[in-house]
């Protein structure tokens, strides 16, 4: 398979209202199918919203989701710009969080909360850089398709961060799967407001970082040589701009932030790797990057659009009989669906034309 | 000894290798019209569980067959109209599909049998013994004959490798991207009933499993060829039963290889297989391109 179609995103003004357009239209459409399950839209609605608003624990944990979904849909969007499709976000953030809770083992010794900090992101960062980096250079050296080489990464990553839960890491206090926990100096302090939810100055660090690298990929070398190599690689190479390097740095990148998911997991919330602790929240970054329209800076409020859904979902298991949190899979497809399809516009008013001749 | 390699090896990789098999020409011919198929996993899905929900309410496996067949082709089908009528980018609508089919399953269950988890173990006499095998032989001379022998399969060829040759012939180049799009759905959702009600005996949370992605890998390992294609998914179906033998076994020292590096194998020879087969494969010249 070869990337013959550019996933190009146009970011007038008005691809950006249909694109609000279509996150809606999907959204609804969602909403709607819970009909099939005896339950009205606008309660499930409701739920969304409450649980995502209702207190400062409700909203401390929804932007606790949405710093998931910043370094998830950042994930996506980076290699966006080089043309590359990368869903392996979550093998790249499971990779992390357990590199993370690696670091909190492994520098046991430190005794400064700065240098604990650096160093588990440094580790997190690397681990995760290093996972996306190789459908980078599988794709950069040989040509494999990113998308199949990094679903299978994915599966790949479960697999080695279950071995070393349950055997390298293990916590044998625990009965659980889950590594052994980080010491006080690992931990992030989480704000008062927020009343027991885990989330702190983190969140405000990844906006500061979104808006950084916002700047560095629209005004560097580096942004540009991404750029080009995803609007046309031919054309790039022919001044000198090598597809192969835009690919693996990109993707690095990419990775290496989706690893960093192990700061807002393993050092903000548990303290320790526990298996299974992202539901596909690597997924949730396609539907993020896909409703900002690979536009860095959208990612923030995306994120934060999806992470009121995850929030929200959450408590559809306890306050509706038969609708469950599995709802967000479909909304996030519909989503995706609402966005991408942007031809429906044309379609619309050919028909409207038709009817109208 | 032939018997037994018979009986030990050969036959349980056809077993295994059967959902591959149906997936993997399925997504062969639509990629062959010149429509990128990353659905096949959702389309899996999806057909496992209503083959699964099928067999059970009627006890027949036949009528499960056909339900994950129509369910692959609904979903194929909303596929094609979002990326051919839509003009959808088809690996971000692919994979919106594929989200979008990883929470059927549990809505539906959750109405129907009142769980998000597995669906109600149907009872051996109602499930498939080997009908599957003779089937899957039956689709992939099918495949073979039509791709190069008939004019379908010159059509569909042609859609994916010189469309505008198609269309200027009178033929329209869409009307046969949505007859691969359509067998794609069929081929995947048979693949996927087979998961469910020929391979298990009920359907369980996301058991496709990654099959839909291997099957994708082994269209282009094939090189988009029906025979090729059908090699490979038995070399991955081979890896796959070598996977679940080596489960537990003793290979060095006294302890046996832990289950986590062993369940990781389809997926890592998965990879290495195209990393090194890569560069020999060409793919459609059309593929993902307009018409």
Known sequence: MKNSEKLRIPQSALSFLRSVAGAAGGLAIGLMICTIAGESPGKVLTVLVNSSFGSGYDFGMTLFYTSYFILTGLAVAIPFKSGLFNIGGEGQLTIGALAAAWAGVAGAGIESHALAILFATLAAFIAGGIWGAIPGYLKARRGSHEVITTIMMNFIAAGVTSYFTLYALKDPDSSQAETIPLSTVFQLKPFAVFNGAPMGGLIIALAVMTCVLHLVLRNSVWGYRLKATGENETAASTFGIAAPASWLSSMFVAGGIAGLTGLVEVLGNSHRFKIGFSSDYGFVGIAVALVARGNILGILPSAFLFGVLQKGAGSLDLETDKVTRDLTYIIQGLIILGVASDGIWDWFSSIWRKRNA | ?291
């Open chain 2, 1 to 291: 000894m032939l018997e037994t390699l018979f009986s030990n090896w050969i036959l349980p990789t056809l077993r295994v290798s059967t959902p591959l098999i149906f997936a993997a020409l399925g997504g062969m011919w639509c990629e062959r019209s010149g429509v990128i198929q990353i659905g096949l996993e959702g389309i899996m899905l999806v057909g496992a569980f209503f083959a699964a929900v099928v067999t059970h309410s009627t006890q027949s496996p036949w009528w499960g067959l056909v339900a994950g067949m129509l369910a692959g082709l609904m979903l194929s089908l909303g596929y094609g109209f979002t990326v051919l009528k839509l003009k959808a980018n088809q690996i971000v609508s692919g994979t919106a599909f594929n989200l979008f089919a990883m929470g059927i399953p549990p809505f539906l269950s959750m109405i129907w049998f009142d769980s998000t988890g597995s669906t109600p173990v149907i009872p051996g006499e109602s499930l498939f013994r080997s009908a599957p095998l003779f089937l899957m032989g039956a689709v992939v001379i099918a495949s073979a004959i039509l791709y190069h022998h008939t004019k379908f399969g010159l059509r569909i060829r042609f859609a994916g490798e010189h469309p505008k040759a198609l269309e200027s012939s009178g033929i329209s180049v869409r009307g046969k991207r949505w007859q691969g799009i359509a067998l794609s759905g069929l081929l995947a959702g048979l693949g996927g009933a087979t998961l469910s009600i020929y391979l298990a005996s009920s359907f369980s949370r996301n058991m496709s499993s990654g099959r839909g992605f291997i099957a994708l890998a082994a269209v282009i390992l094939g090189r988009w060829l029906p025979l090729q294609t059908v090699t490979a998914c038995l070399l991955f179906g081979l890896t796959e039963l070598a996977q679940i033998r080596l489960q537990g076994v003793v290979l060095w020292g006294d302890q046996a290889v832990p289950v986590q590096w062993i369940q990781i194998l389809p997926y890592l020879i998965t990879i290495l297989v195209l990393a090194l087969a890569m560069g020999r494969t060409r793919a459609p010249k059309g593929l993902g391109g307009g018409e």
